[in-house]
Structure formats: structure tokens, C-alpha cells
């Protein structure tokens, strides 16, 4: 593809610019929630490529530490494994603690991590909605919490990945959409109280990507739907990395919907 126009082409989904060597996030540092699988384990491998040091947090340690291992025979940075179950408020604090006493402090945080069960509302267990409410919300906040004063000390860059079932009403899982919902609203809302102080708010809402989510319910999306079928975890982790590494970003939401997702219920 010729570069006519000045416009960096996208290349077999590579962003050329990488071929170059450039790495735009050099000399900073990143926390990845929920790095053991799927969209995080992708967004760590973009963000290492891109010259960030990396911590991998997620309760798998033996896949962290495996992937820290690839990241940094891979590039020229350094990745670490913290294992850490989010719902836990002392880990969490633990994790940012260990962020910045290794690395001066965080530059950007992926709040990735995140789980679905059941569907609806009649049928669910309490210990299902604690587990979604605990996963994708408490632990957003605690991470959230932790982060924030080193993420204004160094203008930084926050990532909420929120969803499809955070914007539009479905007809299965009320109460996954209603975490996802929290998600986005109290990332907009954060967004609104330190954006003044220098910090960049990100949401970016996938539909069904092709990963180990569902996996609890019996059908890992990643069986459920066909290579081409919906999106990939790559692409949403190439829609956080094109967050992070826009200067003074405003990009407040990236949608990345499988084509048909607004005609398809
Ligand atoms: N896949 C989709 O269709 C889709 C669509 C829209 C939004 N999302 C959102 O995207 C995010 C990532 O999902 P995914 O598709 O990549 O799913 P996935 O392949 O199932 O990965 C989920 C990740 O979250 C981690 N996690 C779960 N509970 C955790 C806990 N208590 N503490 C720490 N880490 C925890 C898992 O690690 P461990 O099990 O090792 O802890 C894993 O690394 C989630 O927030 C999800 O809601 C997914």
C-alpha cells in the first residue's frame, strides 16, 4: 500500500509505524489488568512492542509469568508478573505499590480484567452477581483508586474496558450489562474530576470478541464464534494502544463493534 497522502497506512494490522523501530511509549509504565488471557494478554503484547515496562496482573501466575518471558525476549523492555485477584482491595494496592516502587511510578493503567455468568435475572445466583459485581466493578475502583495519584503525578493515561452491553439495553445477562454500565460511567465521570489535572480517560466497548470470556458458562467465545465471525482480541488491544499512545488524549470512548452488531439482537 502506497503512502500517497502522507497517511501512515495500517498493514496487515501492524501500524507501519512500528516496522520503523519507533517505541512512542518508552520510558513509561503500564499495569495490565486481567494480562493471564484475551484482550489483556493482546494489549500487554502491544504495549510492550511499543517500548512500555509492563506489569501483568491477573490470579494465573504460571501464564503472567510465561508471557512476561515472551514480552521480554521479545522487545527491549522490561515485564513483570504481580499476580493479583482484583476483588481484592489489599492486592490491588499491593500491585500499584510494587508498580511504583520498581518503576518510579504508573503511566498508564488497562482496567481489564472482567468476568460474565449466568444470564437472567431469575436464574442467577447471588454468588454469580457478587462475582460480576466484585470483578468489574469493585476491582476497577480499587486499581482505579491506587493508580491515581502517581497517573497525575505523570499525566498519564487510564483505560477502562468497558462494552457494548454498557451502551445499548440487551435481552440476556441485565446484570454483566449493569457492571459494564458502572464501568463507563464512573470512567466518564473520572474523567470529567482529573482530566483538568492532566490524566487521559479512555473507554473502549468491544462486542463479542474471541477469547476465554464465556468460558465459565461452559462455551469460551473463542469456540462459540468462527475466525472472521466477530472481533478479534488483537483489535481491541490495538484500540487501546492508538489510546495510549496519543498525546494529551481526548479520546474519551473507542468502539469496536463486529460489523452487524447494530442490526444483530
Ligand atoms: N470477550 C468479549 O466478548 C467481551 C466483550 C466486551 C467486553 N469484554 C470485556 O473485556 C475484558 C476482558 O475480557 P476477555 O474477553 O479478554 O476475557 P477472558 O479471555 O476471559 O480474560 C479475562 C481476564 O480477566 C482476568 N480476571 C478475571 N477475574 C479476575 C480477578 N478476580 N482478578 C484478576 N483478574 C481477573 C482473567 O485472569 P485470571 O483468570 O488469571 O485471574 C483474564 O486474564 C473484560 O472486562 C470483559 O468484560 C469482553
Not at 489489599?90 to 482496567?111: I, P
Amino acid at each position: 500500500m502506497n503512502d500517497t497522502f502522507g497517511i501512515t497506512p495500517i498493514t496487515d494490522g501492524i501500524l507501519s509505524y512500528r516496522m520503523t523501530g519507533e517505541q512512542p511509549l518508552e520510558g513509561t509504565t503500564a499495569i495490565v489488568t486481567g494480562a493471564s488471557a484475551g484482550i489483556g494478554e493482546q494489549t500487554a503484547r502491544v504495549l510492550a512492542a511499543d517500548g512500555a515496562a509492563v506489569v501483568l496482573a491477573a490470579r494465573r501466575e504460571r501464564r503472567l509469568e510465561d508471557l512476561a518471558d515472551e514480552l521480554e525476549s521479545a522487545h527491549d523492555t522490561t515485564a513483570v508478573a504481580v499476580p493479583t485477584d482484583v476483588t481484592e482491595e489489599r492486592e490491588v494496592e499491593s500491585l500499584v505499590e510494587e508498580t511504583v516502587e520498581t518503576f518510579g511510578g504508573v503511566d498508564v493503567l488497562v482496567n481489564n480484567a472482567g468476568t460474565a455468568r449466568g444470564s437472567d435475572v431469575t436464574d442467577l445466583e447471588t454468588d454469580e452477581y457478587r462475582t460480576m459485581m466484585e470483578t468489574n466493578v469493585d476491582g476497577v475502583f480499587f486499581a482505579t483508586r491506587a493508580a491515581l495519584p502517581s497517573l497525575i503525578e505523570r499525566d498519564g493515561h487510564l483505560v477502562f474496558v468497558g462494552s457494548f452491553a454498557g451502551q445499548y439495553p440487551r435481552p440476556f445477562n441485565p446484570v454483566y450489562a449493569a457492571t459494564k454500565w458502572a464501568v463507563r460511567g464512573f470512567a466518564l465521570s473520572v474523567e470529567a474530576s482529573v482530566g483538568p489535572e492532566g490524566v487521559a480517560v479512555t473507554v473502549v466497548n468491544p462486542s463479542e470478541v474471541r477469547t476465554e470470556f464465556g468460558s465459565e458458562e461452559g462455551e469460551p467465545f473463542e469456540e462459540r464464534f468462527e475466525p472472521g465471525e466477530v472481533t478479534e482480541p488483537e483489535e481491541v488491544a490495538e484500540a487501546i494502544g492508538f489510546a495510549v499512545r496519543q498525546d494529551g488524549s481526548t479520546l474519551s470512548e473507542i468502539d469496536v463493534y463486529r460489523r452487524d452488531k447494530l442490526g444483530f439482537f
